[in-house]
């Protein structure tokens, strides 16, 4: 052992304080389900009638989508979790593929219904709307999300705040989508799936600067 | 991104990893210990250590450092052949593995999360060595010294004159660069006196002989530094014969 490493070992022994254990992953993903659940029940109950929900099965396009957020959601909060957890590597980058597979075959199939049905012109404003709704609601989630990312051990925190701000997006772009009965596919593209992309164009730095500070 | 790197985040065992758990001679006892005892008795003892470490306690802290930095030592020579590199490396290892402790659940094995720790640290140097590139400051260090040794007068004037500059810097770089300088400590132990990470610490510091540099170099332009070479000569003249600060 070289002398330099040996008094480091004597440095960190003095500053050795007790500390709690993170909680355990599967905790952190329930807590962030639950944030999101609580938010969604939230938004639901005060439109009073779930427009989105009920023409959930009338549209394929529009359940695909559906599908697809919810996997993208799913994949990168857990993916975003397991960031902070040094040998957890495997299950971040597969959970980072599901998300990532989930929103681009979400993304195709709004792009081929656009192609095949013929692109519907959405209400005037209601792509920027769902998109700005998306982005408000996805706030909470992504909080939450940061909080475990803060308190764990971030060893890449740009590519931590970056899949972060996805799941938040996607968490948000979900309930926008329970919340909204335009079913054209153009629609659904521009102002649900466009959300989890807004959010991690947006936020990803601001939270990867967060991490890095928050880190040190 | 550098091969290096690539396997580095892919996780490949290092050559020196799977013979480290085989067995392995060496005079330090603990070492021994931790490699050549059965792969699970050392996980589970590992594990037991660093919960013990969790509460507190500083006994088990301490053995399980000394078990551990072997093993993380192996992993980063397998990648970085450099000595000195290496051992910053291992060092920052260990600092990033005390600062993010409280991240290791008892329930899970302790062999992986500590080899993550590692690959990322060894990550870090090469990310860092690439960023690293022009930014580097280069003081002709001989030349000072070819300046000045004649002249004992010429040596407390440099000393001087490298305290006044000191002063100058903010508190943050004066004390990076003092620490690592001045009281020689490793980037890692500096870290850890300052508060900060050792990549922090290295920005920094770098920071700091930045603007060091360019008030010594300053002085020299206002003719407080008497040199026989012209100033604008300096940088040519450094060629072959440059101390890089790191």
């Not at chain 2, 000394?66 to 490396?89: F, G, N, S, W, Y």
Request: aromatic letters at 4%; one cysteine or more; a negative charge.
């Amino acid at each position: 052992m070289t002398s330099g490493t040996e008094r480091l070992i004597d440095g960190l022994v003095e500053d050795l304080e007790p500390v709690t254990p993170a909680i355990r992953l599967r905790q952190a993903y329930a807590v962030v389900l639950a944030v999101w659940a609580a938010v969604l029940g939230l938004v639901l109950w005060s439109q009073q009638s779930p427009m989105g929900a009920a023409s959930l099965f009338a549209d394929g396009v529009y359940l695909t989508s559906f599908v697809g957020l919810i996997l993208g959601a799913l994949g990168a909060t857990l993916s975003a979790l397991a960031a902070g957890r040094p040998g957890r590597d495997r299950l971040e980058n597969a959970a980072l593929g599901v998300s990532a597979g989930s929103l681009l075959v979400a993304s195709g199939v709004c792009l081929a219904g656009m192609l095949v049905v013929g692109a519907v012109p959405s209400p005037p404003g209601a792509d920027a709307m769902c998109l700005q709704k998306g982005a408000w609601l996805s706030l909470l989630p992504a909080g939450v999300i940061l909080s475990f990312l803060v308190r764990g051990w971030t060893t890449r925190p740009l590519r931590a705040a970056l899949v972060g701000m996805l799941a938040a997006g996607a968490l948000g772009a979900a309930i926008v989508h329970l919340s909204c009965d335009f079913l054209g596919a153009g629609h659904l593209l521009r102002g649900h799936l466009a959300v989890p992309l807004a959010l991690a164009l947006l936020g990803t730095y601001p939270a990867g600067v967060v991490l890095r500070r928050l880190r040190k | 991104m550098s091969a290096d790197e690539r396997e580095a985040i892919a996780g490949k065992p290092a050559t020196g990893d799977r013979e480290a758990s085989v067995g392995e001679t060496s005079t330090d006892g603990r070492e021994a210990i931790a490699a050549e005892a059965p792969e699970d008795d050392r996980e589970a003892r590992l594990s037991e250590w660093m919960r013990a470490a969790q509460d507190g306690d500083a006994d088990a802290y301490r053995r399980l450092l000394d078990a551990i930095q072997p093993m993380i030592r192996r992993i980063v020579r397998a990648k970085i052949h450099d000595e000195a590199a290496a051992e910053d490396v291992v060092q920052n290892a260990l600092l990033s593995i005390h600062r993010g402790r409280r991240t290791y659940r008892p329930e899970r094995p302790f062999g992986p999360w500590m080899r993550a720790i590692a690959r990322n640290s060894i990550v870090d140097h090469f990310r860092e060595r690439k960023r690293k590139g022009d930014r580097e400051v280069e003081l002709v260090q001989d030349e000072w010294a070819d300046e000045h040794e004649e002249s004992a007068e010429g040596d407390t004037r440099l000393a001087s004159e490298l305290v006044a500059a000191l002063d100058t810097l903010p508190d943050a770089q004066r004390e990076a660069v003092t620490l690592i300088q001045i009281e020689g400590l490793t980037v890692a132990e500096a870290a850890l006196r300052a508060g900060v990470s050792a990549g922090a610490l290295k920005v920094r510091a770098h920071r700091g002989y930045r603007s060091l540099a360019k008030v010594l170099e300053g002085e020299r332009v206002a003719g407080e530094w008497r040199s026989e070479r012209p100033v604008g000569d300096a940088a040519a003249a450094s060629e072959g014969n440059v101390e890089k600060f790191k």
